[in-house]
């Protein structure tokens, strides 16, 4: 089965997932779907092109099964055809990710988003098997490289062979290597996704196709604006933007990225941030302090051009 074409130019976020306290909740917290709707629709009525429910910022790790597939239903509902949803549905073998991406297909999400498998460090083999079995549910597949996390690195000559598979139409790239954009348009004709904040600007001056974002959901029109300005030749003025975004994008690839953008959230105040679960504890006051005041330097920038 082969899927329909999908565009993904634009901002699709990577969405957080608010909780409220809980004591008979999985880590004392329970998922607060009302708010991840209210969160999801804000993001779409600012412009962003769609959104990613069950990433690693939707700490889909730390949900139970009947979670992670609400969330998801969640965002479909919310997005009500105004924007995109690309459902996280990672696993550690392939039959436990092609079970999620079935789920996502009957749920209404509009493509997937696909680790290697995770907690084990798969041969090439594996990995061709891992895509090829997901591929066959029919969704769009946007494979994602974070060999940070996963310790498998999707190299440029395994993309090219990966993106044979019908159903595999981009790749959001989070290696950290700035060649990857050209090397991965030079061997095959999929979408690289920008999938760093921090290297947004070289991605998208280098011909990525779209952000797969972090930081959107606490700058939603911001992260627009800049998307915008560097794909529309207007590099000087996205540059300038970027430069004064950059220090909390930075935050993206820390290991506390959870902890921060939820923070940033709520120090934006237009939606809510809040805790993390287990495994992820809370931000030191020294880092607090620290993505606050890049927080703000940013909303100020913003709010001074307003």
């Known amino acids: 089965m082969t899927a329909p074409a999908l565009d993904l130019g634009g901002v699709v976020v990577a969405t957080t997932l608010p909780f409220t306290p809980d004591d008979a909740a999985p880590g004392g917290l329970a998922v607060d779907y009302d708010r991840y709707a209210a969160h999801c629709s804000w993001l779409i009525d600012n412009g962003c092109r769609g959104v990613g429910p069950n990433g690693s910022l939707g700490e889909y790790s730390s949900l139970t099964d009947e979670e992670r597939r609400r969330v998801v239903q969640t965002a479909v509902e919310a997005v009500g055809g105004r924007g995109l949803v690309i459902a ?39 990995v061709l098997t891992h895509y090829a079995k997901v591929d066959e549910v029919g969704l769009p597949i946007m494979m994602y490289n974070n060999p940070i996390d996963t310790k498998v690195d999707l190299v440029p000559d395994l993309v090219a062979e990966l993106a ?88 993206d690839s820390k290991t506390e990225f959870v902890q921060a953008i939820k923070y940033s959230i709520d120090v934006a105040g237009e939606s809510t941030g809040g805790p993390t679960r287990p495994p992820r504890g809370p931000l030191s006051e020294a880092q607090r302090s620290i993505v606050r005041r890049d927080t703000e330097r940013a909303l100020a920038y913003s709010r001074s051009r307003a």
């Open 88 to 126: 996280g549905v990672h696993g550690v073998g392939w039959h436990q990710a092609r079970h999620w991406a079935e789920l996502a297909a009957e749920d209404g999400a509009d493509g997937v988003l696909l680790l290697p498998p995770t907690l084990y460090r798969a041969n090439r083999q594996e």
């Open 164 to 251: 044979q598979l019908p159903n595999v139409v981009a790749i959001k790239e989070f290696s950290l290597d700035a060649r990857r954009v050209r090397e991965i348009r030079d061997l095959c004709d999929i979408d690289v996704i920008a999938g760093a904040d921090d290297l947004l600007f070289e991605a998208l001056v280098a011909g990525a196709t779209g952000w797969f974002a972090g930081y959107p959901n606490a700058f939603p029109r911001e992260a627009v604006e800049l998307y915008d300005l560097l794909t529309t030749g207007r590099i000087d003025q996205g540059r300038t933007l970027f430069e004064q975004m950059a220090p909390v994008f930075a935050w």
